[in-house]
């Protein structure tokens, strides 16, 4: 019994330590490097520590052995650094900044000048930050471009790719410009996948702003919404290897590729269980 109630109550001590935690990603300017930033809510003049990782964009992981610079500012007014010249040896560091000039939007600056002890042409990255009741505005915004997204006068159906966008962590990520690609130079071009569109942005944004902040939130959570996206990614990937010229073959082709996610999504985990249930069974 003692261990069932640990087990119950696990849930609840793991969930409020993501509850506030914020995460960025974005790469630097010529994609040699992702960067990513994760730290909790802030609030001006307390100090906060924010996680930076290196990110080698081909493997994933943590990129050893970078030389970089780093500097805070709000308003052209520098809040912390820039520091000289630094080396980390994991990839990965922890810098305590105080945000001392209130609410409202910090930028934080890297400037990226070696990898693995070989200097290269320096990259930067600039992630905006949010400090105080600036958050509650951004979170305003979101709601007013999803209006702008959904609205039936927006004729262009070119609304944001939030789930993605928060998954990947930049619009301007691989994975979320092969959705929009695909949106715009494929599905687009047809009536039908025009047809489609309007009904499955309607559907996508009633739940799509709820994903997207609990992937801010919760980096457990991101991972898993990004495994998840893997497999539907891959097979959508198959439409740029396809010429698409008339309606019917729009039909197909989109028919063929749901009956393929849901085989992926549905039928083999179905099936799964039911190999489960007969081996336990048996």
């Given amino acids: 019994m003692k261990v069932i109630f640990v087990l119950l109550i696990i849930p609840f001590l793991i969930l409020p330590a993501f509850a506030q935690t914020n995460s960025q990603t974005l790469p630097t300017e010529?994609?040699?490097?992702?960067?990513?930033?994760?730290?909790?809510?802030?609030?001006?003049?307390?100090?906060?520590?924010?996680?930076?990782?290196?990110?080698?964009?081909?493997?994933?992981?943590?990129?050893?052995?970078?030389?970089?610079?780093?500097?805070?500012?709000?308003?052209?007014?520098?809040?912390?650094?820039?520091?000289?010249?630094t080396h980390t040896s994991i990839g990965s560091v922890k810098i305590p900044i105080e945000f001392s000039l209130g609410d409202g939007v910090y930028s934080m600056d890297f400037l990226i000048e070696g990898i693995l002890f070989q200097p290269i042409p320096k990259e930067a990255v600039s992630f905006d930050i949010l400090v105080g009741e600036e958050i509650s505005q951004e979170n305003e915004t979101v709601k007013?471009?999803?209006?702008?997204?959904?609205?039936?006068?927006?004729?262009?159906?070119?609304?944001?790719?939030?789930?993605?966008?928060?998954?990947?962590?930049?619009?301007?990520?691989?994975?979320?410009?092969?959705?929009?690609?695909?949106?715009?130079?494929?599905?687009?071009q047809t009536e039908s996948g025009s047809s489609f569109m309007t009904g499955f942005n309607q559907f996508y944004y009633s739940f799509s702003p709820v994903i997207a902040d609990l992937e801010r939130q919760s980096p457990i959570f991101k991972e898993a919404?990004?495994?998840?996206?893997?497999?539907?990614?891959?097979?959508?990937?198959?439409?740029?290897?396809?010429?698409?010229?008339?309606?019917?073959?729009?039909?197909?082709?989109?028919?063929?590729?749901?009956?393929?996610?849901?085989?992926?999504y549905v039928g083999i985990p179905i099936f799964g269980i039911l190999k489960l249930y007969q081996f336990r069974k048996n």
Wanted: glycine share 6%; proline share 5%.
């Fill in 144 to 188: 007013e471009e999803i209006s702008e997204a959904i609205s039936p006068n927006n004729k262009e159906e070119k609304g944001g790719c939030l789930i993605a966008t928060a998954t990947f962590g930049s619009e301007l990520a691989p994975q979320v410009q092969q959705l929009r690609e695909l949106r715009d130079n494929t599905i687009l």
């Fill in 225 to 264: 919404v990004k495994l998840t996206l893997t497999p539907m990614l891959s097979s959508l990937s198959l439409l740029n290897y396809v010429n698409i010229d008339s309606e019917q073959e729009m039909l197909g082709y989109g028919i063929s590729l749901i009956i393929l996610n849901a085989g992926m």
């Fill in 30 to 85: 010529k994609g040699t490097l992702d960067v990513k930033l994760t730290y909790d809510e802030i609030k001006p003049d307390i100090q906060t520590k924010i996680k930076i990782d290196f990110i080698n964009p081909q493997t994933q992981k943590i990129q050893e052995h970078i030389d970089y610079t780093v500097s805070v500012l709000k308003d052209g007014e520098a809040v912390f650094g820039p520091i000289p010249l």
